[in-house]
């Protein structure tokens, strides 16, 4: 059966422009965005992501620059960055330059869009820290693909609890119990999901073919409470598929000298990974005549019209089509 979807895009762009609370941290910042726009290359997603990463070599890394204010924001550093927070500015920027008019707002969008669970800053725990929450809510999205499974993956089952019983060791939960527990029940929902897959580091040189230049690659651990405890972006150099990630050793971004496989035989807590790819798409989710949702360019599937539906809402809350003011939006679904 076929329904019809009315959104009142208004209403949508206000709650938008309520909740990007942006902040960007320095007048630095600006100007290394402008300077990324100027010698980047447009192209699609996946192609875009490397450019981006290869643009960030040598930034520092460092730990926690989310977590130096006691309100949670959105931040934009482009100076220094750790692990995670290299891979979402590759992949925002990336998404950026696809958009016809890319600007600094286009990529904090984008950026709250990664960060944040459905794309909404409501409190520290709203942040998806875990990174197989971060896999699960951008699958959802439409923002990467988990192509693990496809590869040959097998099961992966996480469990964690790291960061509720080491809240301690984190500033912005060693005072606020209450966000401790909705730590928790996040960690819980984690732990009762059935849809993750993993190469183990065994498999990973029959695979490697598979694995593209572009594709985010999650190491897995064995870290008690831990899923994940780095990631990077895939990359073949000469040939060799390796990395490039913001790597604590070195102490910047760097492109690892060692292949993929090599360095997972030479970290023993790393037991495989999972490979993820960047969704490209058009900035309109719509068709130019009918006005009907664009189900292929928008990364919908037949037959799922809540899930369609639910990937138009959020990717709508941070594309900045709040120009259309109060019009409304028809779409319709299998």
């Given at each position: 059966m076929r329904t019809?979807?009315?959104?009142?895009?208004?209403?949508?762009?206000?709650?938008?422009?309520?909740?990007?609370?942006?902040?960007?941290?320095s007048d630095r910042d600006l100007e290394i965005f402008e300077e990324f726009l100027r010698s980047t290359p447009r192209s699609t997603v996946e192609n875009n992501i490397v450019h981006t990463a290869l643009f960030f070599l040598n930034t520092p890394y460092v730990a926690h620059t989310l977590d130096t204010s006691d309100i949670e924001a959105l931040t934009v550093n482009f100076r220094e960055t750790d692990c995670l927070i290299f891979v979402e500015n590759c992949l925002a920027l990336s998404r950026t330059l696809h958009r016809p008019h890319p600007d600094i707002d286009c990529f904090e969008r984008e950026l709250q869009l990664i960060r944040y669970r459905d794309g909404i800053i409501n409190g520290y725990a709203?942040?998806?820290?875990?990174?197989?929450?971060?896999?699960?809510?951008?699958?959802?999205?439409?923002?990467?693909?988990?192509?693990?499974?496809?590869?040959?993956?097998?099961?992966?089952k996480p469990d964690v609890f790291f960061m509720s019983k080491n809240y301690l060791k984190y500033k912005r939960l060693k005072n606020n119990p209450e966000t401790v527990k909705a730590i928790e029940t996040t960690e819980r929902e984690i732990n009762r999901r059935e849809c993750y897959y993993f190469i183990p580091k065994q498999e990973i040189n029959a695979r490697q073919a598979q694995i593209k230049t572009g594709d985010i690659v999650c190491f897995t651990s064995t870290v008690a409470g831990l899923d994940i405890a780095h990631l990077g972006i895939a990359y073949r150099d000469k040939g060799r598929l390796t990395f490039i990630h913001a790597s604590s050793t070195a102490g910047k971004v760097i492109v690892n000298p060692e292949s993929l496989v090599d360095y997972c035989n030479k970290i023993k807590s790393v037991t495989g990974v999972i490979v993820l790819h960047?969704?490209?798409?058009?900035?309109?989710?719509?068709?130019?005549?009918?006005?009907q949702i664009n189900h292929r360019r928008f990364g919908f599937r037949t037959g799922e019209s809540g899930k369609q539906f639910e990937r138009f809402r959020l990717h709508f809350l941070h594309s900045g089509l709040g120009v259309f003011n109060s019009a409304v939006c028809f779409g319709k679904f299998n």
């Open positions: 019809k979807i009315i959104v009142p895009i208004l209403t949508l762009a206000l709650i938008c422009s309520a909740n990007l609370l942006a902040r960007v941290s709203s942040r998806l820290h875990y990174t197989s929450d971060w896999i699960f809510d951008n699958v959802k999205k439409g923002v990467v693909e988990d192509i693990t499974h496809a590869l040959g993956g097998k099961k992966f960047p969704c490209d798409f058009s900035f309109l989710p719509f068709n130019n005549i009918s006005g």
